[in-house]
């Protein structure tokens, strides 16, 4: 075979006259070329980390300052201020060197330090314009001289063409709240969930804690503020994420879909074929920091650094807790199908596989008719099931041998790929369509996805795509903006054939993918099954309905004045009472990247304001007149609620710290543990849309995103993940337990649609009177004239 032939790099036979040496040339020229390749990437790294390191300023700015010193020498005038005079006096073996020699010298060590500290000046002139945040406060299109100021100085400071990583060093920190500002917030957020007795019990609580412990937990915190480059994010990824022993499919893992209504190719291995070759165009811009920063109002920076484990990173299991493993440079990826494991090379003569080369390994896949080894099938639910099983059975089955090498090879892979069998995607003419497909990318069959890789690929047979995303290392906005590049590169830059194959010559040469092997008794076998079993039970008990939204958009929503957010969770605020007749604490996620290694916060949507407006709503005696008035102080809040988030003013994280803190000293504390326990009963999030901006969704309407979601927070509540797609949609993915009486993703996302509906109206209501008022008006105009 060929590629049995181009596997061997030399031969050679002992002969009586000598050694005879036989050179494969195409092997030699493949590992020449590769070696090439490496160097030119560590190259183009170096260069670009140069580039990132001295940002804003350019290494080109360090002749210009040299040039200036060294012309100084030549004038009456010394801008050194003597500076290079005492430098050329305490010069190292200065007496071999001539006074010319000294001269210059000093003149380019003191023009080096001039150039260092004018980098730092601006970097924290910079880090200073960035620590303010008035201008998010401000009403949207009105924008004051002051914010209008500030913005030209910081586009003034930020330089041009900067790299994806070159702001990092200018990012603020995040700032610690002051404990009253965050209990008087806290309290005030409670208040329209409990009853007075209830309430004045906390409110004793938060008093007795501030009074009490809070000063302490406060210094410790401001202290690792100062000392750390973010207070939260380092403890939110440990004690939320990687401390939890329970299974992390469904609890922790999110999905994100494919396009709503386009498949470019209904191939399945061509489909893969071009999205894994786009991720590996994204993955060497990555490593290379050459995407572009991204920027709020285009020009305030947002932190890159959650986008340096898109790949190469797995959650490997512990007993007490797990870790991420993030690795460098890894050249192939790992494929399932049907219960075997394929190990797929991704590079070949020092390149990337072109798209038409990974359909050809894919279909080589597809084709392949052996069958899995015992215990490989449903190998993959170790993952699935709880964290401890999973690192007791890793540490005893999968430590040395073949178990240990195949393990390394999923592990150290840029990602997981799996090949699925049953077609999946949204099918209008299919009711529960995107709820198989949702379930399909959330769970699977429970050992069909490798749940511990940053993200695991899903192809379909159909063509559709999707991915499952570990939650630990990263938020689904990082996953988003990689997936917005794969599929504008797929369908825009890449194509297909009119037959729905990749582009471009197949290259059968290639060395088919490699089976990995695996010997599991039959005790692991008893593992995997158990944790299969257990997984199966919660991936059964999810209760999913995928709801479009299609009677308006984001358009409609602006011309009422009023911001897109606000409006849908006020929406579901009204929703969740008429599903309930409760009101619930309710968790909307924010970001907080314009700080350092920023990750979210929480925004609690049940407001006071949002509990008088839906008591309005559901008020036969209230007008429409009152209700919008309610509507709009209660969409005020809530945007000034998402602000305070935004800007390092909420309240959970602060308060989460502070419990760490209390825990590490070992002190009781009766009101952050009373906090830390209350459920989330209704759980939201906003997938962002056109981060990149790489596709006119107004000139292909079509190419729009699905969105994503996750699974129920709570096991009698909702997890809402909604994306407003363009001007005319907005997509809700709703989750609850089957398990739960009082819950029914369907019907909430039912209440959902009517309760958009029911605020649409109040708008249109006071259009019509507003109409009214004009055509009276005109008429009494008209009248007048006519006298």
């Known amino acids: 075979m060929a590629e049995a032939h181009q596997a061997v790099g030399f031969q050679f036979t002992v002969r009586p006259d000598g050694l005879d040496l036989k050179l494969s040339k195409e092997v030699i020229k493949n590992i020449y070329l ?29 002749l210009i300052v040299v040039i200036a010193m ?26 071999c060197m001539s006074v010319q020699t000294r001269a210059v010298l000093s003149a380019i060590l003191f023009a080096t330090g001039l150039w260092l500290f004018l980098i730092y000046l601006l970097r924290y002139t910079l880090k200073a314009l960035l620590s303010y945040h008035g201008w998010i406060f401000e009403s949207h299109g009105r924008m004051s001289k002051s914010t209008q100021m500030w913005l030209s100085l ?94 992390i499919m469904v609890n922790s893992n999110f999905y994100i879909m494919d396009l709503l209504y386009v498949n470019p190719t209904h191939r399945q291995a061509a489909r893969a074929g071009n999205v894994v070759h786009a991720m590996l165009q994204y993955r060497r811009k990555l490593e290379r920091g050459e995407h572009a920063p991204l920027r709020a109002l285009g020009t305030v920076p947002m932190c890159s650094t959650q986008m340096e484990r898109i790949f190469n990173t797995t959650r490997i299991p512990g007993i007490e807790t797990d870790i991420v493993q993030h690795l460098t440079d890894r050249k192939h990826l790992v494929v399932y199908h049907k219960g075997r494991f394929f190990q797929v090379w991704l590079y070949t003569g020092g390149r990337h596989l072109l798209p038409s080369e990974l359909e050809t390994q894919f279909l080589r896949i597809l084709n392949d008719t052996s069958e ?79 749940f511990d890789k940053s ?35 797929d369908c825009f830059h890449l194509g297909y054939t009119e037959e729905g194959h990749c582009k471009g010559d197949v290259n059968k040469g290639l060395p088919n993918p490699t089976r990995l092997q695996w010997q599991i008794p039959k005790e692991c076998q008893y593992a995997i099954e158990t944790s299969y079993l257990s997984a199966k039970q919660i991936a059964d008990d999810v209760d999913f309905h995928g709801y479009l939204f299609t009677e308006f958009g984001k358009g409609l929503i602006k011309k009422c004045r009023c911001s897109p957010d606000a409006f849908i969770q006020l929406a579901l605020q009204l929703a969740q009472f008429r599903d309930q007749r409760v009101f619930c604490l309710t968790y909307e996620s924010s970001m907080t990247r314009m700080f350092r290694d920023g990750r979210t916060e929480t925004v609690r949507s049940c407001t006071s304001e949002a509990v008088a407006f839906v008591r309005a709503m559901e008020d036969a005696g209230a007008t ?25 003013s909420g309240i959970d994280r602060h308060l989460f710290c502070l419990y760490i803190v209390s825990k590490y000293l070992g002190i009781d504390s009766p009101f952050l543990t009373k906090v ?58 709703i989750s609850s337990k089957f398990s739960s009486p009082d819950t029914d993703s369907f019907r909430f996302g039912q209440h959902i649609g009517k309760a958009m509906l029911d605020i649409q109206a109040l708008f249109k209501s006071e259009n019509d009177k507003k109409m009214v008022e004009q055509a009276k008006q005109i008429q009494m105009e008209n009248g007048r004239k006519h006298k």
Request: proline share 6%; aromatic share 12%; charged share 20%.
């Open 154 to 247: 910081v586009k003034m400071f930020s330089g041009r063409r900067p790299l994806l990583y070159s702001f990092q060093a200018s990012l603020p920190r995040l700032p610690v709240p002051s404990v009253d500002d965050t209990i008087h917030r806290y309290l005030e957020s409670v208040r329209s969930l409990l009853d007075s007795e209830q309430y004045n019990q906390m409110e004793m609580l938060a008093n007795d804690f501030k009074d009490s412990l809070a000063a302490q937990l406060q210094r410790y915190l401001i202290l690792k503020s100062w000392w750390g480059t973010n207070y939260v994010s380092d403890w939110w990824e440990e004690y939320i994420y990687l401390r939890g022993r329970s299974p």
């Open 455 to 489: 993200f695991t690929l899903i192809s379909y047979p159909n063509g559709k795509m999707g991915i499952n995303a570990e939650h630990s290392w990263a938020d689904a906005p990082i996953v988003g903006h990689m997936w917005e590049y794969v599929l504008a590169t």
């Open 372 to 450: 899995p080894l015992p215990g490989e099938l449903k190998l993959a639910a170790l993952t699935a099931g709880n964290r401890v099983p999973w690192a007791r059975a890793r540490n005893k089955y999968f430590s040395q041998g073949g178990n240990k090498a195949s393990l390394d090879a999923i592990e150290s892979a840029a990602f997981f790929l799996t090949l699925d069998d049953e077609a999946q995607g949204y099918d209008p003419t299919k009711t529960k369509s995107l709820d198989s497909y949702a379930k399909s990318l959330l769970h699977g069959k429970c050992y069909d996805r490798w």
């Open 34 to 62: 590769s070696g090439v390749t490496a160097w030119k990437k560590r190259a183009i790294q170096f260069k670009n980390g140069v580039l990132a390191g001295v940002y804003p300023a350019s290494p080109s700015s360090w």
């Open 676 to 733: 830390l326990s209350e459920p989330w009963k209704l759980s939201t999030s906003q997938t962002p849309q056109q981060q990149l901006n790489l596709v006119d969704i107004n000139k292909f309407p079509k190419y729009v995103g699905a969105g994503g979601g996750f699974g129920p927070v709570a096991d009698d509540g909702y997890g809402v993940s909604y994306i407003i797609v363009g001007e005319n949609l907005i997509t809700f993915h």
């Open 70 to 95: 060294m012309s100084s020498l030549y004038i009456p005038f010394d801008p050194s201020l003597g500076m290079i005079d005492a430098l050329k006096e305490n010069l190292p073996k200065r007496h």
């Open 624 to 648: 429409n007149a009152q209700r919008l008035a309610l509507f709009r102080k209660a969409a005020d809040k809530h945007q000034n609620m998402y602000r305070l988030a935004m800007t390092g």
